[in-house]
């Protein structure tokens, strides 16, 4: 369904020919534009383009402003539903310590807590690149600690090298 923004009305419909519903939701057939004009001022409503890519294009007779109101109405109950999910990063190096992990971890959890999606990311610089286990350890280890924490995650992407960075991505998990 187009959104009020596109409608036309009334004599803005520029068709030849258009299927028409009546105000009471009865399908009157296809007509000219001016017969369903002349219906929908006779009934004092609009003629409102429905379905402008049907073919023949489909319109209705009812209150325009209403209809108009309805359809914000619904979009911004869409919007509320709506969930927004972020995505935060988390980065460390190889050589990082325990209570450095520990720290990186404890935010980790508080972000997919808030039902954000985390990368967690290991930067090699210089000859650490010749070692690449060392940071798929270091993933391992904070998966490990978010384990021990009770922090409820999913893996939705394995550790992945990106140029000089490892990387894998954390999503919070789904509600069932």
């Given amino acids: 369904m187009a959104t009020t923004k596109e409608l036309r009305v009334n004599r803005a419909i520029r068709n030849s020919e258009v ?3 009546d105000e009471n939701g009865e399908q009157k057939g296809v007509m000219r534009t001016s017969i369903a004009l002349h219906m929908a001022e006779d009934a004092g409503l609009d003629l409102v383009e429905i379905s402008p890519n049907a073919n023949p294009p489909v319109c209705k007779i009812i209150d325009y402003g209403k209809y108009r109101y309805e359809m914000e109405k619904k979009n911004r109950e869409a919007k509320k539903n709506q969930v927004v ?3 935060k990063e988390v ?3 190889v050589k990082v310590d325990v209570g450095d992990l520990n720290t990186k971890a404890r935010f980790i959890s ?9 990368k967690v990311s290991v930067r090699f610089r210089g ?4 070692h690449l286990e060392i940071g798929r350890e270091v993933l ?3 998966l490990a600690r978010l384990d021990e924490i009770g922090c409820a995650y999913s893996l939705e992407r394995q550790p992945l090298m990106e140029g000089r960075m490892m990387s894998m991505l954390l999503a919070p998990p789904k509600k069932k």
Avoid: G
């Fill in 127 to 130: 000859r650490e690149m010749q």
């Fill in 110 to 118: 508080e972000f997919l807590e808030e039902k954000n999606k985390v």
């Fill in 85 to 87: 999910t972020k995505l």
């Fill in 140 to 142: 391992s280890k904070v």
């Fill in 19 to 21: 299927f028409v519903i």
């Fill in 91 to 93: 980065r460390m190096q």
